[in-house]
């Protein structure tokens, strides 16, 4: 069994790569530390930015990862920057804002990993696209899954809740990363 740090101050996304990673037999060590998040649309700089970081701090290999959500109608604007995006417009306002505006209520959502061993940065990256959906639905807890409903599927991520774990940017990116770590 593999033990790697998890770099992350919330706990949904520590448990989602726990349930996604522990069928692989990795088991993750979370620990919170303070990162100062570059603001900028380039998420592979973004992302290498933070493992960097950290891993100056702790000194072992880690893993940190960014989701953000790209809205097509705005250019995959706000990608990089969704969480002051979403803190500024919370659910309700986002939801009014781009969820009504079928058909160019389509984006796609993102999780970028970095896996920093020591001497180098790997990077994983999942994508899964969608709506917005017209109004939040499920719990809204988890940012943006109240209101992001992918392709194919009839509930938003908040209302699919464990099931989401088995089609998500996230599994997609951990999937990868998974990979790379069999391999090695």
Known sequence: ???????????????????ILKAAGVTLRGSKREITELQTDDITKLIRHKALQVFKKVGYPLFVEHTGLALD????????????????????????????????????????IAYC???????????????????????????WDCVFQPDGYTETFAEMADKKNAISMRKIALDKFRQYLETR
């Open 1 to 19: 069994m593999t033990e790697i740090r998890f770099i992350s101050g919330n706990p949904h996304k520590l448990a989602e790569a726990e349930q």
């Open 117 to 143: 061993d020591g001497r180098n940065i790997h990077i994983f990256e999942g994508s899964i696209r969608g709506i917005v959906a017209p109004e939040p639905r499920g719990k809204r807890d988890f940012q």
């Open 73 to 112: 109608h705005l250019n995959g604007f706000p990608g990089g920057l969704t969480q002051i995006f979403w803190d500024t417009l919370k659910a309700d306002k986002f939801a009014e804002l781009f969820g009504k505006l079928s058909p160019v209520n389509t984006a796609f959502a993102q999780t970028h």
